[in-house]
């Protein structure tokens, strides 16, 4: 590859950096061609991927496919990480190095292949099980990584001695290379004296090495790696694998580990014959380079659905939220159009704009401005409201109070909800996630109450009429989700005030934090943006951030878990954000728009036992391509009703307000963050 043709690509985050090397397919080919992403192992750096031995990229490029070699952290000069788990902290850096590719370099439409060798191959599977929402991944092809729960005592043991050098070096003597590359037999002699071979025993991490040997990352890769892994694998060991002297030996070890991913909706899993760990330099490596083509030609031509309908026009890979008028279901003639219109919104976006909605201009405009001087009161007002006094989660969080995706959002609400008593002392603590609400003083804010329930009472109109015109646009009876909501139904408001953030703050990659990557849990939540900001962003099946500014006179409603679940994964509940980059708090001249404020109304569905069954047509059932989708949202629907469920929901209100959780239902909490905190060391 020479320099002229070649991007590198760098990123680069506290104690980590790595980059990549991209280069475009055959310009007439690559149109509609995904990416292919090769992360090479420990001990070689990525002319394992890029050199004039056998050089995939160029293979791939020939075929018209995008190739993006990464040189991870530690490797070709890349210095080494500042992490005692460079295996499990890289993740994040990888996926975002691999979408910057993605995005910026590459077409950015037609999806991604990882292709990782040994260490490398580790970094796929992982990518494929904590980042698959984030990146459009097709497949992944790993090769030469077999976990052990017993790894050899001495070589663990030579580790861990000259703890002041960071790497573990292998010299190329014969046993080096008969263990890394296979016995004499299968190496390709040429490889023994070209350039490239004292590449293979680039010295390696010790840290990355005895993470990856550790009893921790072995539990992991069994228990949540391998069974995460939700799309199609190739997974391929050599003949005379590191560990095993040939095939024979080999064979029982591969396959208790193939068996470990059990969540694939494809697997091929098999031994090369005839090399060594290092495959790619063995007399058999056109066999290697075969499988990996024959693989990502098959994700290529035999997923039409995902390929070239999904990544080439997958209406679910929107670039735009849709806006309906509500107009036109009130008026028989335009009324198909309009379900024919709100069928797509559910199915392929879970998004879209409502407008000459029922809410009259004066309820709306007077929620938004009791909502602001609420929002504006002191503080020690407020405080008499606060959250932490209502074991019902309702009243005022202070700014910072909320978690999302593990993260303190920065943002400051009101919690209201319609007005219930509060559940008898002996009821599940479950039953708390409804009750009484807190008001403020009348005399402090005069018309408040009656401005907040004025907005409720038709905001429920108007849920009632979706929720019917939803199941016609499914081809169901209209009263087919009525039995699921209580009478009147539960819904919660929420005002929300999203402050500029500090002019020092630092900006991470993907903005400020308002509030984290997340799917609301309800049946349908209805928006009122009720400032200029932008900041609502909502990620589409490629995984790109596509943004929802407000539109004057409209309404943004969004499909939640609940309504997902209920229709089995037809209507799709989507991941969005609110991002409070500066640039979101002023206009185009520069004017500042100061505080943003928005107002959404959360519908909730019953809490208690019911009839869960829903007749949805099966040519409506088909609708739905993705089986990560279907598969959740059936097993959701399947204990909807169940106290698993419920008990989920509460649990996750708890350890989002850790306030109310440390006054109301301290053990809960402990429980809670003690499973947080496992979480958040294996993700």
């Given at each position: 590859?020479?320099?002229s043709?070649?991007?590198?690509i760098?990123?680069?985050k ?12 055959k ?6 061609k995904?990416?292919?992403v ?8 990525a ?18 496919f ?7 952290t ?5 210095p ?7 295996v499990?902290?890289s ?5 975002s ?5 993605y995005?910026?370099?590459?077409n ?27 990146l ?9 990584i077999?976990p ?25 003597s ?8 296979g ?12 350039p490239s ?8 991490l ?6 990856w040997?550790g009893?921790?990352?072995?539990n ?7 069974p ?19 095939k024979e ?7 208790n580990?193939?068996g470990l ?6 697997l091929?899993?098999r ?12 007399r ?10 024959d ?6 031509t035999?997923?039409?659905?995902q390929i ?18 509500f ?12 379900l ?17 909605t ?8 007077t929620?938004?401005?009791?909502g ?12 008499k409201?606060e ?7 309702l ?13 303190p ?7 209201f909800?319609?007005e ?19 008001w403020?003083?009348?005399?402090v804010i005069?018309?408040?109450?009656v401005?907040?329930e ?7 109109s108007?849920a ?10 499914l ?9 699921f909501f209580d ?6 408001l929420?005002?929300?005030?999203y ?9 991470p990659?993907?903005?400020i ?13 209805f ?6 900001h932008?900041?609502?962003?909502i ?6 951030w596509?943004?929802?500014p407000p ?5 943004v ?5 609940s309504l ?5 994964g037809?209507c ?7 991002n409070?980059?500066?640039?979101n ?9 100061g505080?943003?404020y928005?107002?959404?109304v959360?519908q ?13 047509p ?6 739905v ?16 009703f169940?106290e ?9 209100r ?11 239902y ?5 429980k809670?963050?003690?499973?947080q905190?496992?979480?958040r060391?294996?993700?």
């Amino acid at each position: 590859m020479s320099k002229s043709d070649k991007t590198i690509i760098e990123l680069e985050k506290p104690g980590l950096k790595a980059h990549g090397i991209f280069k475009k397919g055959k310009e007439d080919l690559r149109q509609l061609k995904p990416l292919i992403v090769l992360i090479h192992g420990g001990g070689c750096n990525a002319s394992y991927f890029d050199n004039d031995f056998h050089s995939v990229p160029a293979a791939f490029n020939e075929a018209g496919f995008d190739a993006l070699s990464i040189n991870r952290t530690g490797y070709a000069g890349n210095p080494i990480p500042d992490t005692p788990q460079p295996v499990l902290d890289s993740v994040p850096l990888y996926s975002s190095l691999i979408k910057k590719a993605y995005e910026e370099h590459s077409n950015g439409k037609h999806g991604i292949v990882l292709i990782g060798h040994s260490l490398g191959a580790v970094t796929a599977l992982s990518i494929a099980a904590f980042k698959d929402e984030e990146l459009p991944l097709l497949g992944v092809s790993a090769l030469g990584i077999i976990p052990a729960k017993d790894h050899p005592a001495g070589l663990v043991d030579m580790l861990r001695t000259d703890p002041e050098n960071p790497r573990f070096v292998v010299e190329p003597s014969p046993e080096a290379i008969e263990t890394f590359m296979g016995p004499p037999s299968v190496i390709d002699p040429e490889m023994l004296v070209h350039p490239s071979m004292p590449q293979i025993f680039e010295p390696g991490l010790k840290s990355e090495l005895l993470e990856w040997w550790g009893s921790a990352w072995y539990n992991r890769f069994v228990n949540e790696v391998a069974p995460g892994v939700r799309v199609p694998l190739q997974f391929l060991a050599a003949e005379f694998e590191l560990g095993w002297k040939g095939k024979e030996e080999g064979q029982p070890i591969f396959d208790n580990a193939a068996g470990l991913f059990t969540n694939t909706p494809k697997l091929d899993a098999r031994i090369l014959p005839g090399g060594g760990h290092n495959f790619e330099f063995s007399r058999n490596s056109s066999l290697l380079q075969r499988a990996r083509e024959d693989f990502t030609n098959d994700l290529y031509t035999a997923l039409p659905l995902q390929i070239s309908s999904s990544l080439k026009d997958d209406p679910a890979a929107f670039e735009q939220i849709p806006l309906l008028d509500f107009a036109l279901a009130n008026n028989p003639p335009t009324k198909p159009k309009f379900l024919e219109s709100l069928r797509r919104a559910v199915v392929n976006v879970g998004f879209f704009y409502i407008k000459n909605t029922p809410i009259s201009p004066a309820t709306r405009e007077t929620l938004i401005k009791k909502g602001i001087e609420i929002l504006e009161l002191p503080l020690e007002e407020k405080l008499k409201i606060e959250m932490a006094n209502s074991k019902h989660f309702l009243g005022y969080a202070r700014l910072g109070t909320e978690i999302t995706a593990l993260k303190p959002d920065y943002r400051e609400q009101f919690d209201f909800a319609t007005e219930v008593p509060a559940p008898g002392p002996n009821e599940p603590p479950w039953h708390n996630l409804r009750g009484p609400n807190q008001w403020p003083d009348e005399s402090v804010i005069p018309g408040f109450r009656v401005a907040v329930e004025n907005y409720m009472d038709e905001i429920q109109s108007l849920a009632i009429s979706f929720s019917r015109l939803i199941a016609e646009a499914l081809d169901m009876h209209p009263n087919s989700f009525d039995k699921f909501f209580d009478t009147p139904q539960h819904n919660k408001l929420k005002l929300v005030k999203y402050p500029a953030p500090p002019p020092d703050a630092e900006i991470p990659e993907g903005g400020i934090q308002g509030v984290g990557t997340h799917k609301d849990g309800s049946f349908l939540t209805f928006l009122l943006q009720a400032t200029p900001h932008t900041g609502l962003e909502i990620q589409n099946k490629n995984g790109v951030w596509v943004k929802a500014p407000p539109i004057p006179g409209t309404l943004v409603i969004n499909i939640g878990r609940s309504l997902q679940a209920l229709t089995k994964g037809v209507c799709t509940a989507t991941t969005h954000r609110v991002n409070l980059s500066p640039e979101n708090y002023v206009s185009a001249d520069g004017t500042s728009f100061g505080p943003r404020y928005s107002f959404p109304v959360f519908q909730g569905i019953k809490t208690d036992g019911t009839d869960n069954s829903l007749e949805i047509p099966q040519h409506i059932k088909d609708l739905v391509k993705d089986e990560k989708v279907r598969s959740e949202a059936e097993a959701t629907f399947d204990k909807m009703f169940g106290e698993s469920v419920r008990e989920a929901v509460f649990i996750s209100r708890i350890t989002s307000y850790q306030d109310v959780g440390t006054r109301w239902y301290p053990d809960l909490l402990k429980k809670a963050l003690e499973e947080q905190g496992k979480f958040r060391a294996a993700a």
